[in-house]
């Protein structure tokens, strides 16, 4: 028998799928619940349990984590008689690595507690590869010895694993993150536009770009995507649309004027509205280019 916590796993979408995977391949016990049958059938081919509701799934669990797509998401696996709150044991620790607003985190946190459950939040940035590969940054919010019972966990997903602050702070550092993966993505898209109006063989173009002061994660990971017009989702327009509103609105909360990310919040928007929600954030090329007189 292992003596590792035994893990519930509520959400195994493009990310969750392979980090419950990385799990089971370190040795822990993973019980999974989502409401797609196939990623059910997934985590069960890989060595998994799959359970047939929330309350199957973190009853008895010492660590229950979860990877769902917003706010409203983790409010309602959270709460309610079906929910993880009335069904997890008493000491379990939720490990909410959903990206969600800081305040939702917030209260998460003082409605477990009351129920003599733990909780920490923390999001994640590395994309789908990332997820794969098990090299996501994690940033997280709350009480150091959570953090601490959690760590081993993290370390069989990511990298780069920090603890920002109390309750809600990694989330906070999300949404600073996703400023900066959509601002960078954004100057990618209007540099490849540039690069082919003019003439430039792409390719050799961004292998130099790459190796200087320009390049960056973004580039490396979503080369590929602009040179093969390449945007099966990774991570989705409609996620980082999400994102973006909830960056600028906590910036607005505290004070933190957001000139060019506001621009690019409602490039984000177009996309969405001009049909590509589905597609990976990479696509803000597409955006550039209808901008630029291209016919798609």
């Keep these: 028998m292992s003596n590792l916590p035994k893990i519930a796993w509520i959400g195994l979408g493009i990310m969750g799928s392979p980090m419950a995977e990385n799990l089971l391949k370190a040795g822990y ?19 998994g349990s799959a359970a047939g509701s929330i309350a199957e799934a973190v009853k008895g669990a010492d660590v229950i984590i979860t990877m769902v797509p917003a706010s409203p998401q983790v409010e309602a696996i959270s709460y309610g008689e079906n929910g993880i709150l009335e069904n997890a044991k008493s000491g379990a620790l939720i490990i909410d690595m959903s990206s969600i607003t800081p305040q939702t985190s917030v209260d998460l946190a003082k409605n477990a507690a009351a129920k003599g ?23 997280v919010g709350g009480e150091q010895a959570d953090f601490d019972a959690a760590l081993p966990i993290l370390e069989a997903l990511g990298k780069v694993i920090v603890l920002c602050g109390p309750h809600g702070s990694g989330q906070t550092v999300k949404a600073a993150n996703q400023l900066i993966v959509a601002v960078n993505i954004q100057a990618c898209a209007e540099a490849v536009v540039f690069l082919e109006k003019s003439g ?8 130099v770009l790459g190796g200087g002061l320009a390049g960056s994660t973004v580039l490396t990971r979503k080369k590929d995507n602009f040179l093969n017009r390449d945007f099966k989702p990774g991570f989705r327009i409609d996620l980082h ?3 973006m509103g909830i960056v600028t609105d906590a910036a607005r909360n505290v004070g933190a004027a957001l000139p060019v990310g506001a ?14 929600g589905g597609l990976d954030h990479s696509a803000l090329l597409r955006a550039v280019e209808r901008l630029s007189g291209a016919q798609i």
Excluded: Y
């Design 117 to 139: 459950i733990r909780v920490i939040d923390a999001p994640v940035s590395g994309g789908e590869a990332g997820a794969i590969e098990a090299v996501l940054s994690i940033m």
């Design 200 to 207: 430039v063989n792409l390719q050799a173009a961004l292998d």
């Design 29 to 47: 016990s993973v019980t999974g619940f989502t409401l797609e049958q196939d990623k059910l059938d997934r985590l069960a081919a890989a060595g």
């Design 241 to 243: 649309h999400k994102d």
């Design 263 to 276: 621009v690019v919040a409602q490039l984000v928007a177009s996309l969405r509205a001009q049909g590509d």
